[in-house]
């Protein structure tokens, strides 16, 4: 069973996951912005936060435990929200419970695993790498002075993962890999929107090409943001999931 957190008690449902290395709290920067119509339901992950490890290290399976607690809310429609990689585990989801899910936002998704984090789980040094770069502070600190082109001033790209435990972040970026091509979903049944930073990963921007190529009719929306849009651009990204105002970021 997952931990899933509420946020707000309106009738219209959203469900959050969060990317790799968060939790539930991930969203937490949204609730002032939370229209009275909306509950906010946000996840943590099977690892991470309170929820227990799943039974076994698939995406597929970790996407059926989303959908689980979809099901749960007995709530139609839904609308998904997956951060980061979490938009992996989002999809899953909606394409299991199809007649539930109808809208889709994913936010500085990555649509395949970058060589940078490939390096990270290579058997013979990949633990290593990931120990030297994210399971020490030194490494925290430098890998996010490196990132600064990527975040505000006031964001920290590696901090979360002071409190993770890292077998399991290995085994999430484990499983990314193993999954295969994104055009498994391509049948999918929900409308598509796609924010992501202006000043995110180069990894990321292709993504957003390979999705839009997978789904021509999906939205896209660049905000003034690297790779938090959640905490650097709140305002705008809280606009764009709850349609309050119209969007300070650019459409494409």
Not at 102 to 117: G, Q, S
Not at 181 to 191: G, K, N, P, W, Y
């Amino acid at each position: 069973m997952m931990h899933v957190h509420r946020y707000g008690t309106g009738p219209e449902v959203y469900f959050g996951l969060h990317g790799w290395s968060g939790s539930h709290l991930t969203y937490a920067p949204l609730v002032p912005f939370l229209p009275p119509s909306v509950s906010f339901y946000s996840a943590d992950l099977p690892g991470h936060g309170r929820s227990p490890r799943p039974a076994s290290w698939s995406a597929d399976e970790i996407g059926e435990q989303v959908a689980a607690e979809l099901r749960k809310l007995d709530a139609r429609p839904v609308t998904i929200v997956g951060n980061c990689s979490g938009a992996i585990f989002g999809l899953i989801a909606a394409s299991i419970e199809s007649e539930r899910v109808r809208r889709v936002v994913l936010i500085d998704p990555f649509a395949f695993v970058p060589w940078y984090f490939k390096v990270l789980i290579h058997p013979q040094y990949g633990r290593l790498a990931y120990r030297s770069t994210f399971a020490n502070p030194v490494g925290r600190w430098m890998t996010n002075a490196s990132l600064r082109h990527h975040r505000t001033s006031s964001t920290h790209l590696t901090s979360s993962f002071g409190e993770l435990d890292h077998d399991v972040s290995i085994h999430y970026l484990e499983m990314l890999d193993a999954m295969g091509a994104i055009s498994r979903f391509e049948d999918l049944d929900a409308d598509v929107e796609i924010v992501y930073g202006d000043r995110t990963f180069g990894a990321v921007k292709e993504s957003v090409t390979r999705w839009q190529a997978l789904w021509p009719t999906a939205r896209q929306w660049r905000v003034a943001a690297g790779h938090l849009p959640i905490q650097e651009a709140t305002a705008d990204l809280a606009a764009i999931l709850f349609n309050t105002r119209r969007p300070v970021g650019t459409p494409l």
